[in-house]
């Protein structure tokens, strides 16, 4: 998978939760300056990266995300081609 | 009645039904169902989450909400679920329809009493299931959110701004009747001046499979209340609401009063619902509590009964109606809403009260569609397939719920009451 | 806020007569109130599901939990967990009360139930037989399912006809389900309610608050500075009431009165509380004017003090917005059994009915470090011997419904 498939599965579930057109969403977006997630909603986001791309990665991590482009990182570091985290 | 009591008013009613298809307002819902549509679609055809289970249906229709949240619900509608989305619909048609503006909710406190059966029994499960499958630390939080069966008042009163009391009533099928009596005293204590009742279920694999498991869903493609060949009900969903309010304040407002919720009564069958003759005992107690409650001066004029198409359920509610009404249950009409709308559960004592709203404003008593043939073995109701002109001052709801659980309210007519005493 | 006067006290006051409690330190009202009071722990590792795949693995359940014997009428085997429970305990408050030789016909008694969960077992067993391809042996799920069982059962094992209703008002419902016998009482459609909740340790629950990342690793630490959460637990919990009229003319010991309550509803979010405890400062505001009492009149508080940072904070500030500065005893027993849900707030009931007619407080223990924002008096580990004229149960819901109940003596100065 690449990061724009990453990327566009992730807004996909952040529309899920927030009703937000995926196209209105953008690369750099901040959850709750921009997206004014509240922390179930962010819980609910970093569950759903974690079940879609099964990164089976700590806890602390899922926390730490902020942006699209947090989780698009985490996903490619855990998932990404080896040539393409290496990059 | 008790002397000096608030006398408790319907300024405004609201629903999403699964015959509505696009209209709205009760005038659009008692026009539909004057005119005998029903809304039993084969279950292809429905929203319903059946994931890779269908087959295992054996019914081909049911009664289904065909809607999308976008065109109803202004904002983020997603941690909701379809349990709840019907319920705010529902509600925010009733608030407008008695005209409780957002501007007046923020200065005096609207509440909710919503009835319902399952609450959402689909999320709930869904959300297990991916915890056993996938492990536990990926359940959906905003499903467990969800999965608490008082769920849905809890997200219409943050949607809505709902401050007042927020109370659900379990009762299987007279929930959205209980939930009415509830709101009612509610109001009559002086602990809220005005509350959205009434009920909400969905429509979902898991409640219609254990139905038909259980053998209670009847083998027509239609329901057939009180009809000899009845063998069960038929799968609804929806939300109906209507906005009660004390009369002094709904006066003072200047609220329109559609009707009087004059009185309730509720009972229960200690054969759980197994024993015609004492769930009949059960719904006669009820009936006559609420009778009591509202003062028997006044003549019924109509009954709005709960009678789903179940050989015990309507066997009860017509051996109940006979003891009522005495040597007048063959002269005093009765209709059966579930007949058009299915078995809509937690809703269905709600939609039962907008039928009496239309009645006692001078609509057409619906048609019981699907009775054809009267059953011997019960005792004889004044029953129509098609509609009927019925002037009515005071409507009876009945309801009985498969096991044992027994309610009657009251409806009557505004302007023609004698002073309160 | 209505504008109308509270209706009600020419029916004369609502008193409790009986008691029935199940929970993770006691079969019974006495060995419950006992523990309560010695402040034993009734957490443990949970042995009712396999915790091997979650966070955490303790709980409250209740133990070597045999139900057999109390049953006269149902199988008790034939039901879910919660209807077990609550009957159990509803068997016992009536015994507790002499209901059965009162005199009451059976249609003039009712129920009055809460649940959060209603039998989440049966959703359970369903799932698993669908994921294991059985579907099709999902049982008598839709008779055993549906939460309104939970009063049901309780009836048709009383064989009770009256007024019977189920309210799912989450981890307020318990005082919820008293609010509503009060007023089945008050306005003569009952002779005695049975009023009470029901919860049984599920894994759904369980999973659901550990996802949330609320339950407590080890101990429940309501109001302490280094409080990590809640702790679920189960419990079936019954009280018994009547008019006080009724009760002297047959001779019934009474506990307390039920004075007032309040309801109201956050509106604000489905599982957090309101940042300034708006919706908690309504009901307790709304039950002392129901009851006619001043808040300097009420001399105990059974908090809801799930253990949860925000809870306790945001409750503190409730109850110092209602209370001042005022240091009146405000202890929390889940910090001993732990959070039973939809039971919590009628075990607390009847904790407090037991307070106000023995004059003691139960503690919250495992308190070790004070917390400025929780700066209350939480009666630390050890209970409390202390007048107590009137006691206030505050419960606090997912979907923001907030229940406060208030307990008076039956001859004490509180009015």
């Not at chain 2, 509505?20 to 169902?33: C, D, H, P, R």
């Amino acid at each position: 998978m690449d990061v724009s498939e990453v990327r566009s599965k992730i807004k996909e579930i952040i529309a899920n939760v927030t009703n937000i057109d995926p196209a209105e969403i953008a690369d750099d977006a901040h959850f709750i300056d921009d997206l004014q997630l509240d922390s179930l909603s962010l819980l609910e986001i970093g569950v759903d990266v974690d079940y879609e791309f099964r990164l089976g990665v700590p806890e602390e991590r899922l926390q730490e995300l902020r942006t699209v482009q947090d989780s698009v990182d985490l996903v490619m570091q855990v998932k990404g081609e080896p040539a393409t985290a290496a990059a | 009645m008790t002397a000096g009591r608030r006398r408790v008013v319907v300024t405004g009613a609201g629903a999403i039904s699964p015959i509505e298809n696009g209209e709205v307002g009760l005038e659009g819902l008692w026009s539909a169902l004057a005119a005998g549509r029903d809304a039993f679609l084969p279950i292809a055809e429905l929203q319903f989450d059946r994931d890779a289970e269908a087959d295992r249906l054996q019914r081909a229709t049911a009664a289904g909400v065909r809607f999308d949240p976008r065109d109803h619900l202004e904002g983020n509608y997603r941690p909701i679920d379809r349990t709840g989305q019907l319920a705010i619909v529902a509600a925010q048609r009733a608030l407008a329809e008695a005209g409780w503006t957002a501007e007046r909710r923020t200065v005096q406190e609207v509440g909710l009493v919503l009835g319902t059966m399952f609450g959402s029994l689909h999320t709930i499960s869904a959300f297990d299931r991916r915890g056993v499958e996938a492990g536990p630390k990926y359940v959906k939080p905003l499903d467990f959110a969800n999965s608490v069966i008082n769920a849905a008042a809890g997200q219409a009163a943050i949607w809505l701004g709902l401050r007042g009391p927020n109370s659900t009533v379990t009762g299987g099928c007279v929930a959205g009747l209980q939930a009415l009596a509830q709101a009612c005293e509610l109001i009559r204590s002086g602990r809220s001046d005005a509350l959205l009742a009434g009920g909400a279920d969905e429509l979902a694999f898991e409640s219609f499979f254990a139905f038909q498991h259980a053998g209670l869903l009847g083998s027509a493609d239609l329901p057939r209340p009180f009809d000899a060949r009845r063998d069960g009900f038929v799968p609804g969903e929806g939300a109906a609401i209507l906005m009660l309010e004390a009369e002094d304040s709904a006066t003072r407002r200047g609220g329109t009063t559609l009707g009087i919720l004059a009185g309730h009564g509720t009972a229960f069958d200690p054969s759980r619902g197994t024993d015609r003759g004492s769930l009949a005992s059960a719904l006669t107690r009820a009936v006559g509590a609420a009778l009591e409650d509202a003062g028997p001066s006044v003549p019924i004029d109509a009954v709005s009964s709960g009678a789903s198409g179940l050989p015990t359920g309507d066997a009860a509610e017509a051996a109940a109606l006979e003891q009522v009404l005495n040597s007048s249950s063959g002269t005093t009409p009765v209709t059966a809403v579930k007949s058009l709308l299915g078995e809509s559960l937690g809703a269905a004592g709600a939609f039962q009260a907008l039928v009496a709203l239309g009645i006692i404003a001078g609509r057409e008593l619906p048609g019981v569609a699907g009775w054809h043939q009267a059953d011997p073995d019960i005792p004889a109701l004044d029953l129509a397939a098609t509609p009927r002109a019925i002037p009515a001052r005071r409507v009876l709801l009945t309801s009985v719920s498969f096991d044992g659980f027994a309610c009657a309210v009251v409806l009557d007519r505004p302007g023609d009451q004698e002073t309160p005493t | 806020m209505s504008t109308a006067r509270p209706e009600g006290h020419e029916s004369g006051r609502i008193v409790v007569t009986g008691l029935g409690l199940v929970t993770p330190v006691g079969h019974d009202r006495v060995s419950t109130w006992n523990a309560l009071l010695a402040g034993v722990d009734g957490i443990g590792e949970v042995e009712s599901f396999d915790t091997s795949r979650h966070s955490s693995h303790r709980g409250g359940e209740v133990k070597g939990f045999d139900p057999v014997g109390r049953f006269r009428k149902l199988d008790p085997m034939e039901l879910g967990r919660a209807s077990q429970l609550a009957v159990f305990a509803a068997r016992e408050a009536v015994e507790d009360a002499g209901l059965e030789t009162a005199g009451y016909p059976s249609h003039r008694l009712g129920v009055a139930m809460g649940t959060t969960s209603g039998e989440p077992g049966q959703v359970e067993d369903m799932d698993d037989r669908w994921l294991a391809g059985e579907l099709d042996r999902m049982g008598a799920f839709a008779r055993l399912y549906p939460s309104h069982v939970i009063a049901g059962h309780v009836a048709a094992e009383l064989e009770i006809e009256g007024v019977v209703t189920m309210l799912p008002a989450a981890c307020a419902a318990g005082n919820y389900a008293v609010g509503f016998a009060v007023d089945a009482l008050r306005t003569g459609r009952a002779d005695a309610m049975l009023a009470g909740g029901a919860d049984a340790f599920s894994r759904i629950t369980y999973t659901g608050f550990a996802r949330l990342g609320a339950i407590a690793p080890e101990i429940c630490q309501p109001f302490d500075r280094g409080r990590q959460g809640m702790m679920p637990g189960e419990a079936g919990a019954v009280l018994v009431l009547e008019r006080e009229r009724d009760a002297r003319r047959r001779g019934a010991e009474i506990y307390a009165v039920v004075t007032g309550y309040g309801l109201s509803c956050d509106a604000h979010h489905m599982t957090a509380a309101h940042p300034e405890g708006d919706g908690a400062v309504r009901a307790m505001k709304q039950a002392l004017r129901f009851a006619g009492l001043a808040a300097d009149q009420i001399s105990y508080v059974s908090a809801h003090g799930t253990g949860t940072p925000t809870n306790d904070r945001l409750e503190t500030k409730a109850v110092r917005t209602v209370f001042g500065d005022r240091r009146l005893p405000v202890s929390s027993i889940k910090s001993m059994i732990g959070h039973t849900m939809g039971a919590a707030s009628a075990v607390e009931s009847a904790v407090c009915c037991l307070a106000v007619s023995q004059n003691r407080v139960p503690p919250t223990i495992h308190y070790e470090e004070p917390d400025p924002e929780c700066d209350l008096d939480c009666v630390p580990n050890e209970a409390r011997e202390i007048p107590v004229n009137a006691a206030m149960n505050n419960a606090y819901a997912f979907g923001g419904n907030n229940a406060s109940v208030i307990f008076t003596k039956l001859n004490g100065s509180a009015r």
